[in-house]
Antibody, heavy 121, light 107 residues
Framework: EVQLLESGGDLVQPGGSLRLSCAAS????????MNWVRQAPGKGLEWVSA????????YYADSVKGRFTISRDTSKNTLYLQMNSLRAEDTAIYYC??????????????WGRGTLVTVSS | DIQMTQSPSTLSAAVGDRVTITCRAS??????LAWYQQKPGKAPKVLIY???SLESGVPSRFSGSGSGTEFTLTISSLQPDDFATFYC?????????FGQGTKVEIK
């Protein structure tokens, strides 16, 4: 059974940093691109970042480019999102989602339950 | 970047109604489109991929159609469990852009 479990969400001050993790199980981790998608309170889904199965290729939304870094550790079956220079508008539930392909162009067949990031002073 | 626009934003319908939601892409995405259902407090769940393919385990009352820039999601007979928010997503490019969502409410 595929499982994705996010962690690391917290209350952080503007300008601060946070690292999210997503522990994956139930599938061959390197066979799937992985993604971060966020949802601000009461709002829709926003794609944030993607990483290919090999970990070599990464992609970012313009809203986070230069501030967020996606990475993965195949030995730990874990996806990460390093978030720096956080802003109030980054407040959201962050979901990790598994792509159906190794390149970051598939649809998302499994999602975690999400972790809440709140940026506020 | 490819923009996705859904309509309507909110839809009121009764159990048994036929419901159609539209999604438009700002440029051609061929058939690289998925539809997701999200219930309050839950993660999204995929219903349709490649515009018209039904994900395993999804009831057959859900169907998708379209290609290029215009797509539709149809629920043939709305059931109580279907009241939720629906999102389209393009995966033609590396940024998997979502539509803004359509909330299906009880009439």
């Amino acid at each position: 059974e595929v499982q994705l479990l996010e962690s690391g969400g917290d209350l952080v001050q503007p300008g601060g940093s946070l690292r999210l993790s997503c522990a994956a199980s139930g599938f061959t981790f390197s066979d799937s691109a992985m993604n971060w998608v966020r949802q601000a309170p009461g709002k829709g889904l926003e794609w944030v970042s993607a990483i290919g199965g090999s970990g070599v290729t990464t992609y970012y939304a313009d809203s986070v480019k230069g501030r967020f870094t996606i990475s993965r550790d195949t030995s730990k079956n874990t996806l990460y999102l390093q978030m720096n220079s956080l802003r109030a508008e980054d407040t959201a539930i962050y979901y990790c989602a598994k792509s159906t392909t190794a390149v970051a162009k598939g649809y998302y067949d499994y999602w975690g339950r999400g972790t809440l990031v709140t940026v506020s002073s | 970047d490819i923009q996705m626009t859904q309509s309507p934003s909110t839809l009121s319908a009764a159990v048994g109604d036929r419901v159609t939601i539209t999604c438009r892409a700002s440029q051609s995405i061929n058939s690289w489109l998925a539809w997701y259902q999200q219930k309050p407090g839950k993660a999204p769940k995929v219903l349709i991929y490649k515009a018209s393919s039904l994900e395993s385990g999804v009831p057959s009352r859900f169907s998708g159609s379209g290609s290029g820039t215009e797509f539709t999601l149809t629920i043939s007979s709305l059931q109580p469990d279907d009241f939720a928010t629906f999102y389209c997503q393009q995966y033609s490019s590396y940024s998997g852009t979502f539509g803004q969502g359509t909330k299906v409410e009880i009439k």
